[in-house]
């Protein structure tokens, strides 16, 4: 019997690029022996053609679905979504853009078939990007391996095989601000590599502009690490230490000498310091507090609008079990 392969392709955007993103994908998988495949796109509320063109996709070739998103709610809930929607003995998560190149996948599914649960691409280079975004992502894994317990594959991002025992823990993993990587190192089982050049975009442009890149990294630190938390603890001891320094040296001016004017500098320093400590300690805190708020709230992490090519189960709404995506049932929607 065929193995079933589910390839995942979260999309934001996408209409220059999708068409040949899906020629692409369905030539190489096609060209794979005892497999069966699936393609399931996850339309995050794209703004662009790319929701029309990919219900054209899934009609003219029933091995793809669409799962689309009432708005947009990030790539990480975008492809938590298609893993919710795989069916696969393993499935494969791939951007739309065509920088991580489907001829890698034969690769990865013949070091599955060796007996590896998760085979995650390692770039060994990154074409078309910039000095600053190579930096900063070197620094990333870096920083996160030294702050975390949970220790992460350098230059590695999203691009990966994961096996379904992999796939039923992440989905049994309920937490809202979702750093897959990091979920999927943590989870452990057989891991391996498989090296490649990653290669420039077709067209469009990047989806992680600068801020989106500080929030991403924000929550890989904050859900592997209490590291922060730590460390604002250690500010606040030393700030408690120079204000007691502080205290001591205003003790001996003011008890020794005449001109206690004199002190009114380091007073003044002092204040600044343990109110400057105080503020990025709350702000420490609020963030992780802010976390605890929203995963309490247990809000669907996802609201699905339309779902194309799953078949009758597609005429269900969604209540898995885990991340707990949620689908509308508007009259005039496909489901």
């Known amino acids: 019997m065929k193995m079933l392969i589910s390839v995942i392709v979260p999309c934001y955007n996408e209409a220059q690029v999708i068409v040949e993103t899906n020629r692409q994908l369905v030539a190489t998988l096609a060209g794979i022996e005892g497999i069966d495949f699936e393609i399931i796109y996850v339309d995050d509320g794209s703004r662009d053609e790319t929701p029309d063109l990919l219900r054209a996709i899934q009609t003219a070739d029933n091995r793809t679905r669409v799962v689309r998103f009432s708005r947009n709610f990030g790539h990480q809930l975008a492809v938590s979504a298609g893993l919710e929607h795989a069916g696969g003995d393993a499935a494969i998560i791939i951007d739309a853009d065509l920088q991580d190149p489907p001829e890698i996948i034969p690769e990865m599914i013949a070091r599955w078939r060796d007996g590896y649960h998760v085979v995650y691409g390692m770039r060994t280079d990154r074409a078309g990007e910039t000095a600053f975004k190579l930096w900063t992502a070197k620094l990333f894994y870096r920083l996160i391996n030294r702050l975390s317990k949970v220790k992460l594959p350098l230059d590695v991002g999203d691009f990966r095989l994961i096996d379904r025992r992999v796939i039923d823990v992440l989905l049994s ?76 040296y205003a003790l001996v001016i003011r008890l020794y000498t005449n001109d206690w004017v004199r002190g009114w500098t380091s007073i003044f320093t002092a204040v600044l310091f343990i109110g400057g400590a105080q503020l990025v300690t709350l702000g420490i805190i609020g963030e992780y507090i802010g976390r605890i708020y929203a995963e309490v709230k247990r809000r669907p992490l996802y609201v699905v609008e339309e779902r194309l090519g799953f078949g009758n189960a597609a005429t269900t709404p969604l209540r898995t079990a885990g991340t707990s995506g949620f689908e509308t049932a508007e009259p005039g929607l496909h489901h």
Do not use: N
């Not at 990587?181 to 057989?190: E, P």
């Not at 442009?205 to 989106?212: D, F, G, N, Q």
């Not at 592997?224 to 001891?237: C, D, E």
């Open 173 to 248: 993993m309920p937490e809202r601000d979702r750093f897959l990587r990091g979920m999927v190192s943590w989870i452990g089982f057989r891991q391996v590599a498989v090296m490649y050049r990653r290669v420039e975009r077709r067209a469009g442009e990047s989806k992680y502009p600068l801020w989106k890149m500080l929030q991403f990294a924000a929550d890989g630190v904050i859900s592997f690490s209490l590291t922060p938390l730590r460390v604002a603890l250690w500010v606040g001891f030393l700030s408690i230490a120079l204000a007691f320094a502080g205290i001591v």
